[in-house]
C-alpha cells in the first residue's frame, strides 16, 4: 500500500463521533492486518496505554448508528489518532511499523489532528517505542546473522 492509497483509505473509514475523528475496532484491525479478536487481545493486555483520549467504548446510539450505515460492523471500540498510533506499537508485526509511519506522515500533513501538548506527548512516547521495538528488530537480526557464519 502506498502513503496515497493508505490516507484515502484512512478518509473513507473515518468518522465523527463525540466530536473526535475516530477509527472503528474493525478498521483498525484491517489496517493492522491482525484480527478483532488479537486486537481486542491487545486491549486486555495493555489497558494502561489505551487512556479514554485513545479510545472509548461505543454507546447504544452511536452502536445504532454505525449498524444502520454497515449492519456488518460488529465494532465495539473507537480509536482516536493517538490510539491508533499507540497500536502501532503494540501490534508488533512489520505492517505496523510502515502504518506509523503513514500516520506519522498524514498528522504532519494535518496539524489540526494534534492538539494540545498532551497528544504531542504521547506521539513522542509511541514514537520511542516504535523506535527501541525497530532497534531490537535490526539487533536480532545482525544477531542472527551472526551466529550463521
Given at each position: 500500500m502506498t502513503f496515497k492509497e493508505f490516507e484515502q483509505?484512512?478518509?473513507?473509514?473515518?468518522?465523527i463521533l463525540r466530536n473526535t475523528r475516530v477509527l472503528?475496532?474493525?478498521?483498525?484491525?484491517?489496517?493492522y492486518g491482525i484480527s478483532i479478536v488479537r486486537?481486542?487481545?491487545?486491549?486486555?493486555?495493555?489497558?494502561?496505554?489505551f487512556p479514554?483520549?485513545?479510545?472509548?467504548?461505543?454507546e447504544d446510539n452511536e452502536l445504532n448508528?454505525?449498524?444502520?450505515?454497515?449492519?456488518?460492523?460488529?465494532?465495539l471500540i473507537a480509536f482516536t489518532e493517538v490510539g491508533i498510533m499507540m497500536l502501532s506499537g503494540l501490534v508488533g508485526n512489520k505492517k505496523s511499523l510502515k502504518v506509523l509511519v503513514y500516520i506519522i506522515r498524514w498528522a504532519a500533513r494535518n496539524p489540526d489532528l494534534l492538539e494540545g501538548d498532551k497528544d504531542i506527548k504521547e506521539i513522542k512516547?509511541?514514537?520511542?517505542?516504535?523506535?527501541?521495538?525497530?532497534f531490537k528488530d535490526k539487533i536480532s537480526k545482525k544477531f542472527k546473522k551472526g551466529k550463521q557464519n
Open positions: 483509505e484512512l478518509k473513507l473509514k473515518q468518522i472503528l475496532e474493525t478498521a483498525a484491525a484491517k489496517l486486537l481486542r487481545g491487545i486491549l486486555i493486555t495493555n489497558p494502561e496505554r479514554d483520549d485513545f479510545l472509548f467504548i461505543l448508528r454505525i449498524k444502520r450505515n454497515n449492519p456488518k460492523d460488529k465494532s512516547k509511541v514514537l520511542k517505542k516504535m523506535n527501541d521495538l525497530e
